[in-house]
């Protein structure tokens, strides 16, 4: 893994995310997910997920970070909803059936992971954790092991 490399793409993502175009910020948050482990990714991904100009944007964000499935972008999308309004609130759970909705072992490792981040020092983090928690437990998923 080249981390210069890594680091330069997650800067230029996060650029990319300060556009005045919708569509630029929403390509940005959805590739930026995949930097979410990068400490440069954290804030931009934070203010793409609560994008105040279209809220695709942050549909779209929340959307690639959940499908990480890693507490990383878990974490990121917890801390999100804590602090949204209503609008982004009901987006970030639009992308939370999006992506949980369907295989029971994805939703019940999300579950795992939120239940810990429950407990989590950081009350922001705790605070979405619990409502994300909440949010998923109602989800009767389409795929089942046999």
Do not use: C, Q
Not at 21 to 48: I, K, N
Not at 129 to 135: D, G, P, Q, V
Request: hydrophobic share 45%.
């Amino acid at each position: 893994m080249d981390v210069d490399l890594r680091r330069a793409a997650a800067v230029a993502l996060a650029e990319l995310g300060r556009s005045d175009d919708w569509r630029d910020r929403a390509d940005a948050g959805h590739s930026l997910a995949g930097f979410a482990e990068m400490p440069e990714a954290v804030e931009p991904l934070l203010g793409l997920v609560l994008d105040s100009g279209d809220t695709f944007v942050t549909r779209r964000t929340a959307e690639g970070l959940l499908r990480r499935k890693d507490t990383a972008g878990l974490t990121i999308v917890a801390s999100a909803l804590a602090v949204a309004n209503d609008n982004h609130a009901d987006w970030i759970h639009t992308a939370v059936v999006d992506v949980f909705s369907i295989f029971s072992d994805d939703l019940d490792e999300a579950l795992r992971i939120y239940e810990e981040m429950a407990g989590d020092k950081d009350d922001r983090v705790a605070r979405g954790a619990r409502r994300l928690h909440e949010s998923l437990a109602g989800i009767d998923p389409v795929l089942r092991p046999s």
